[in-house]
């Protein structure tokens, strides 16, 4: 898949590992820690910063926290950014500066408490 539009859905993900759908696969939650997606053929020229939407939910005492990382070409491939640090609606993270561009696999790993993800969002950074 070639990017078109700045937001992927997470229903476009694939080889997911220790992650559940939804009926409708409009929000994926993360089930244990290791949790990872793919996003086949992505298209990372002049994207600088990555935006993970998180999916409304039940409401913890405490604000959830963790580590998103994401990878180029495998779940253990070039780390091409990462979040830590708590959850909100919306965690953003810069692509490491001349890492990559051109089309790419990404794979997304998880580790700390469960999320519920919506989509990702690809931009330009500010």
Same mark, same amino acid.
């Given at each position: 898949?070639?990017?078109?539009?700045?937001?992927?859905?997470?229903? %476009?993900?694939?080889?997911?590992k220790e992650m559940g759908f939804n009926n409708d696969s409009t929000m $994926?939650?993360? =089930? !244990? &820690? +290791?949790?990872?997606?793919? %996003?086949?053929?992505?298209?990372?020229?002049?994207?600088?910063?990555?935006?993970?939407?998180? $999916?409304?939910? =039940? !409401? &913890? +005492?405490?604000?959830?926290?963790?580590?998103i990382e994401m990878h180029a070409n495998a779940p253990d491939g070039f780390?091409?950014?990462k979040f830590s640090g708590e959850y909100t609606d919306k965690m953003s993270?810069?692509?490491?500066?001349?890492?990559?561009?051109?089309?790419?696999?990404?794979?997304?790993?998880?580790?700390?408490?469960?999320?519920?993800?919506?989509?990702?969002?690809?931009?330009?950074?500010?």
């Amino acid at each position: 898949m070639i990017l078109r539009n700045p937001v992927v859905p997470i229903s %476009l993900a694939d080889q997911v590992k220790e992650m559940g759908f939804n009926n409708d696969s409009t929000m $994926a939650f993360v =089930r !244990n &820690a +290791g949790a990872s997606f793919r %996003l086949k053929e992505i298209d990372l020229t002049g994207i600088k910063q990555i935006e993970i939407i998180r $999916a409304g939910g =039940r !409401n &913890a +005492g405490t604000p959830p926290s963790g580590t998103i990382e994401m990878h180029a070409n495998a779940p253990d491939g070039f780390l091409l950014g990462k979040f830590s640090g708590e959850y909100t609606d919306k965690m953003s993270f810069n692509i490491t500066p001349g890492s990559v561009s051109g089309i790419k696999d990404l794979y997304l790993v998880f580790n700390g408490a469960p999320i519920r993800i919506k989509a990702i969002r690809f931009g330009e950074g500010d």
